[in-house]
T-cell receptor, first 114, second 114 residues
Framework: AQSVTQLGSHVSVSEGALVLLRCNYSSSVPPYLFWYVQYPNQGLQLLLKYTTGATLVKGINGFEAEFKKSETSFHLTKPSAHMSDAAEYFCAVSGSGGYNKLIFGAGTRLAVHP | DVKVTQSSRYLVKRTGEKVFLECVQDMDHENMFWYRQDPGLGLRLIYFSYDVKMKEKGDIPEGYSVSREKKERFSLILESASTNQTSMYLC?????????????FGPGTRLTVL
């Protein structure tokens, strides 16, 4: 069965500091991996996704993630945090059962301090 | 831009009431999904639909049913609401059932069952 583990339910950084949100997955088939962001009182929106090809994926708002098969990881990074990055971030893997079902991690809430 | 709308942002119901949550997408997407979001648990799939009148159970279908009579509309029904169904409900749609597809989310309905 597929699963996603996000390490750290809460992460706090200073404005301008590196953001690193960790995601490890388990999958018996080549995975498709996603990062979604949820701003307060909103639905989720896609930050970036890995399907095939280049393992370093760039997304919106300066975020990027690297697919590392050997480590079964897909960590999300941003070189310099903005106050506007404060949100909840979800890592997800596309399920092996077809129909584009997503399996989500528990989420990481990012706080950015001045 | 894809738009997914949900009928209510906030809803308060009594135990035992029948509750309808409505979701509409405007991009002719094939697949639609209902998730519930609870702190520390991420998003869990309740039901999804891959075509009109077609539906499949997700990971937590107990206590819920769904209806898809038109392609753009996907309804979640709580036959007899209970307090443990107090949660945030998110609807999503995707163009096809391919695992690489992005899912597009509505803003969510926060349901409280008293």
């Amino acid at each position: 069965a597929q699963s996603v583990t996000q390490l750290g339910s809460h992460v706090s950084v200073s404005e301008g500091a590196l953001v690193l949100l960790r995601c490890n997955y388990s999958s018996s088939v080549p995975p498709y991996l996603f990062w979604y962001v949820q701003y307060p009182n909103q639905g989720l929106q896609l930050l970036l996704k890995y399907t095939t090809g280049a393992t370093l994926v760039k997304g919106i708002n300066g975020f990027e993630a690297e697919f590392k098969k050997s480590e079964t990881s897909f960590h999300l990074t941003k070189p310099s945090a903005h106050m506007s990055d404060a949100a909840e971030y979800f890592c997800a893997v596309s399920g092996s059962g077809g129909y584009n079902k997503l399996i989500f991690g528990a989420g990481t809430r990012l706080a950015v301090h001045p | 831009d894809v738009k997914v709308t949900q009928s209510s942002r906030y809803l308060v119901k009594r135990t035992g009431e029948k509750v309808f949550l409505e979701c509409v997408q405007d991009m002719d997407h094939e697949n639609m999904f209902w998730y519930r979001q609870d702190p520390g648990l991420g998003l869990r799939l309740i039901y999804f639909s891959y075509d009109v009148k077609m539906k499949e159970k997700g990971d937590i279908p107990e206590g819920y049913s769904v209806s898809r009579e038109k392609k753009e509309r996907f309804s979640l029904i709580l036959e007899s609401a209970s307090t443990n169904q107090t949660s945030m409900y998110l609807c999503a749609s995707s163009p096809t059932g391919m695992g690489t597809d992005t899912q597009y989310f509505g803003p969510g309905t926060r349901l409280t069952v008293l």
